[in-house]
């Protein structure tokens, strides 16, 4: 307003002065440019009003390209941890193989397993045939037998014990002179029905030696409700 209303005040003064003494035909015509020009200006001072209120607001500049601070707050954010069991136990990958090694501490801590978890679950008859998994496990790993390892294990699990077999240099012989198994966990998750079982015990690794302590934890799977489903070995991990 300040720029353009000196202009056409000083425009509708210019035109008022040629018409009362600027008379004849140049004062009309010096009076009808004058009008002319006050009529341009007002619209060139429209426009630009109108387009200046359509523009945004200027924002405030950042250091060095640095993101705005809710931008800034996302990016901080960290990651979401995976979801507990109703155990409290964290959740088990379903699609990958859960290797390595678990920390006593932690495995001591955990609450008591509820065998209710899965329905119709029988905790005895369930941890004899761990045993008797575990000590064919280890028969058929020495011997280097896949085929039997394929048929009780997921194929996650298969493909990581087949390429240890595969790039094994020397014969080895494991006897298990006593194994322990007690229920570590029992869920039903998406779908799948997951046992967790603890060994413990004594092994012997060669001919001759003493035997040494065992300590692991084993999780299997399989079909929720599927009664002729068997179970998969989907992990082991050893508790240190």
Do not use: C
């Amino acid at each position: 307003m300040q720029r353009w209303g000196g202009m056409l005040a000083g425009l509708a003064i210019g035109a008022a002065l040629m018409s009362l003494f600027g008379g004849g035909a140049f004062g009309a015509i010096m009076t009808t440019l004058l009008i002319g020009l006050a009529i341009a200006a007002a619209v060139m001072f429209a426009l630009r009003f109108f387009a200046s209120r359509g523009k945004p607001a200027p924002q405030a500049a950042t250091p060095q390209g640095q993101p705005m601070a809710f931008e800034r707050a996302a990016q901080d954010e960290p990651a979401a941890s995976p979801a507990p069991t109703a155990s409290g136990r964290p959740r088990i990958e379903i699609g990958s193989a859960l290797t390595g090694s678990v920390s006593k501490a932690e495995v001591e801590a955990a609450p008591a397993p509820q065998a209710a978890g899965i329905p119709g679950f029988e905790k005895e008859p369930f941890l004899r045939v761990a045993k008797t998994s575990f000590i064919r496990l280890q028969a058929a790993n020495d011997a280097g037998d896949l085929d039997d390892i394929r048929d009780f294990t997921t194929p996650e699990l298969y493909a990581e014990i087949a390429m240890q077999v595969k790039e094994r240099q020397e014969p080895q012989k494991t006897e298990v002179v006593s194994v322990n198994a007690s229920l570590y966990d029992a869920v039903v998750e998406d779908g799948w029905e997951i046992a967790s079982v603890r060994f413990t015990g004594l092994i012997r690794e060669e001919a001759g030696a003493n035997p040494v302590p065992h300590d692991e934890l084993w999780h299997v799977r399989k079909k929720a409700g599927d009664a002729k489903a068997s179970w998969l070995i989907m992990g082991i991990q050893q508790v240190e």
